[in-house]
């Protein structure tokens, strides 16, 4: 079945970077598109962008232009988000979301809670 | 970027009795290829967002019957026919059409009376 598992959570402060793992299992990751959703503590969900894990061709929100960069490993299928230059409203959970029928967020991760703080 | 706008945000509704989450588009979410990329998801507290519905009205597997998702153009619907205490939690409709940004509607709470 398929799963996607990410890394634990984290702790940085202001000014630092963060790197996500999304590990996929029960498929090929180059099957399908990756997104990035995080979501700040009591708040709605927003999207931080997308990677075709095929070509690894990247689509990023305007509001994160210049702070993330998706990858991916396909050789141990693994998703990857890092966002640098951490402030304190980068606290929040992170999830990666997998399409699925052709559209976004069929399968999700657990999500990984990311603090910011000094 | 297109606005996703739901309603209501908060939803009490009584066990067994339906229950009804409107979603409006600032634009028509039509795709050129034919598809309406409006997708539903429901967080229960403390878990990741479950996708529901995609492209309008298609159920997830594992989705009860009684979720059931219609609308077109800029006015979309998700129906639950006899609410259960696993509903409570928050809704969420997506749309995929006109992306990047992919862009959430605010979530609607249900609630247990």
């Known amino acids: 079945q398929v799963q996607l598992v990410q890394s634990g959570a984290e702790v940085k402060k202001p000014g630092a970077s963060v790197k996500v793992s999304c590990k996929a299992s029960?498929?090929?990751?180059?099957?399908?598109?990756m997104q990035w959703v995080r979501q700040a503590p009591g708040q709605g969900l927003e999207w931080m962008g997308r990677?075709?894990?095929?070509?690894?061709?990247?689509h990023y929100a305007q509001s994160f232009q210049g702070r993330v960069t998706m990858t991916r490993d396909t050789s141990i299928n693994t998703a990857y988000m890092e966002l640098s230059g951490l402030m304190s409203d980068d606290t929040a959970v992170y999830y990666c979301?997998?399409?699925?029928?052709?559209?976004?967020?069929?399968?999700w991760g657990q999500g990984t809670l990311v603090t910011v703080s000094s | 970027d297109v606005v996703m706008t739901q309603s209501p945000l908060s939803l009490p509704v009584t066990l067994g009795q339906p229950a009804s989450i409107s979603c409006t588009s600032s634009?028509?979410?039509?795709?050129?290829?034919?598809?309406?990329?409006l997708n539903w998801f429901h967080q229960r507290p403390g878990q990741s967002p479950r996708r529901l519905i995609y492209?309008?009205?298609n159920r997830d597997s594992g989705v009860p019957d009684r979720f059931s998702g219609s609308g077109s153009g800029t006015d979309f619907t998700l129906k639950i026919s006899r609410v259960g205490a696993e509903d409570v939690g928050v809704y969420y409709c997506?749309?995929?059409?006109?992306?990047?940004?992919?862009?959430f509607g605010q979530g609607t709470r249900l609630e247990i009376k």
């Open positions: 029960g498929y090929t990751l180059t099957g399908e598109a």
């Open positions: 634009q028509s979410l039509v795709h050129s290829d034919g598809n309406t990329y």
């Open positions: 492209n309008v009205s």
């Open positions: 979301a997998r399409d699925d029928r052709g559209s976004a967020g069929g399968y």
């Open positions: 990677i075709n894990t095929k070509s690894g061709d990247t």
């Open positions: 997506m749309q995929g059409t006109h992306w990047p940004p992919i862009t």
